[in-house]
């Protein structure tokens, strides 16, 4: 693929995403909003791309976005390693999120399910033990939502099944939320 045609994919579905998203990503937004004002948290998970973007958007709110403020309680189930590959051993890997969320979760938390294809056993394994604990569930996918939209009370779906593309819409997507929340709580 030449960079022009690249760059014309991406422009075409960034167009159709802003169509797309902006009811869901309302919705994602104030469940996120209230779940922080009640002391809440938002626990981040994905694999691979996904991976990163979790840790990316768990970093923005545990650090800072733009603005100084108070650190908002976010937690990427991508980066303790202790924990993942004791639980994929003795688990095995479709449950390397979903013990993590069993343990760190409460009724009332946000979980960001990410997956490109919405059908990662592990993000969906985490959705459903989320569900369980009473958790909100967002879910960022590609076109269609995979099995991941069944489980969402929130689908963020970037219309395009080029992994790529979602992923560039996902990071787009997790930059505005990380600023939306820092300036609810900067009051700026």
């Known amino acids: 693929m030449a960079l022009a045609d690249a760059f014309e994919e991406h422009r075409r579905v960034l167009e159709e995403s802003a169509e797309a998203l902006r009811a869901p990503f309302t919705d994602a ?51 303790d390693t202790s924990a993942l590959t004791a639980i994929a051993n003795d688990y095995g890997f479709a449950e390397v999120f979903a013990r993590q969320v069993e343990a760190l979760a409460r009724p009332g938390d946000v979980l960001i399910a990410i997956s490109t294809s919405g059908n990662s056993p592990n ?16 879910s960022m996918t590609g076109c269609g939502g995979g099995k991941l939209a069944a489980l969402a009370d929130v689908l963020l779906a970037v219309p395009s099944a080029t992994v790529a593309r979602i992923q560039e819409i996902h990071g787009l997507v997790l930059h505005v939320l990380a600023d939306e929340l820092e300036r609810e709580v900067s009051g700026g």
């Open 123 to 138: 993000v969906l394994r985490a959705a459903e033990r989320a569900r369980q604990i009473g958790c909100a569930i967002v």
């Open 29 to 79: 937004l104030h469940r996120a909003r209230t779940c922080l004002a009640a002391g809440g948290k938002i626990l981040v998970c994905g694999n691979g791309g996904s991976a990163a973007d979790a840790q990316h958007f768990a970093a923005e709110l545990v650090c800072r976005f733009i603005r100084e403020r108070r650190a908002l309680p976010s937690i990427a189930l991508t980066t």
